[in-house]
């Protein structure tokens, strides 16, 4: 299961999505959002399935990789949807069998639901893919960057976002080796009732933490050894700027959330 997180993971290639600036990544990312919650009909997601195909076609990130992003949530979205199955109110009764009733609405819901939820992890999945954690951290440094006028820590914020997002992978590495270490030594992860494998987990979880504030302080260390001291005055290797392809992404996700208000008006 650790080896299906891909929060935090670049995929490094030279393709349209990778060129972008990510300013303009993080605002489609918005907009995307936006547009999978104007969403009410099943009707309305095919227009989202065949942009987000044609997203991922360009960015040439692997299917595989994509399909990895959701599987950690299968149990978050087998739960959503047996929830909603079960639970929904109204009056047309699709199947009934002791005090479990599964209603029209109930099963339109749980798949609404369901289907919302995958497709905000693989459209948001593709912003971390396709940007470099650094180049992710100017650009949400630059859009949020006019709060500045009320006393508001951009640099500060966005550099903790990043180094989240940095060490997420590292983590994980870090979570697959105790893990090995502890099944060499006996222990057991897979087997048991909740209660059982929640409690094997325990000495996962403490070298783990132990790591973490270990990699914490060396860090800190490092960058104090560097004189760091926040983003007054500095510089930047690389100047962000706007181009012809930032206005034909951003022209195709207006296009997109066109076409699902259209949608809706007409269902």
């Known amino acids: 299961m650790l080896n299906d997180i891909t929060l935090g993971q670049y995929y490094p290639a030279d393709s349209f999505a990778h ?8 605002l489609l990312s918005i907009v995307y959002i936006v547009s999978i919650f104007l969403v009410k009909s099943l009707f309305g997601y095919i227009p989202v399935v065949l942009y987000l195909f044609l997203t991922i076609k360009v960015s040439t990130v692997p299917m595989g990789m994509m399909v990895r992003s959701i599987r ?7 739960f959503t949807f047996v929830l909603n199955l079960f639970f929904g ?22 798949l609404h639901f369901s289907l ?5 992890v693989t459209g948001t999945s593709l912003l971390t893919l396709t940007t470099a954690p650094v180049v992710l951290t100017d650009g949400l440094e630059r859009l949020v960057s006019p709060l500045r006028v009320i006393k508001f820590p951009a640099h500060e914020m966005a550099m903790m976002m990043t180094i989240a997002l940095r060490f997420i992978p590292t983590l994980v590495e870090e979570a697959q080796k105790i893990m090995k270490a502890q099944t060499a030594r006996g222990a057991d992860f897979t087997s048991g009732n909740l209660k059982q494998r929640t409690k094997a987990m ?32 500095r510089t930047r290797l ?30």
């Open 19 to 26: 060129r972008l600036d990510p300013r303009t990544k993080i």
């Open 72 to 78: 950690p949530l299968r149990i978050l979205l087998l």
């Open 89 to 110: 109110t109204g009056e047309r009764i699709l199947f009934q069998w002791a005090f479990l009733t599964i209603r029209h609405e109930g099963l339109m819901n749980a």
């Open 116 to 120: 919302r939820l995958i497709f905000l």
């Open 202 to 233: 325990i000495p996962l979880l403490v070298p783990l933490f132990i790591s973490a504030f270990r990699r914490a302080g060396d860090l800190a260390m490092a960058m104090e050894a560097r004189c760091y001291h926040g983003g007054e005055g």
């Open 238 to 267: 690389h100047v962000l700027k706007f181009r012809k392809d930032d206005a034909i992404a951003g022209i195709s996700i207006l296009v997109l959330m066109a076409v699902i208000i259209l949608v809706e008006q007409w269902l």
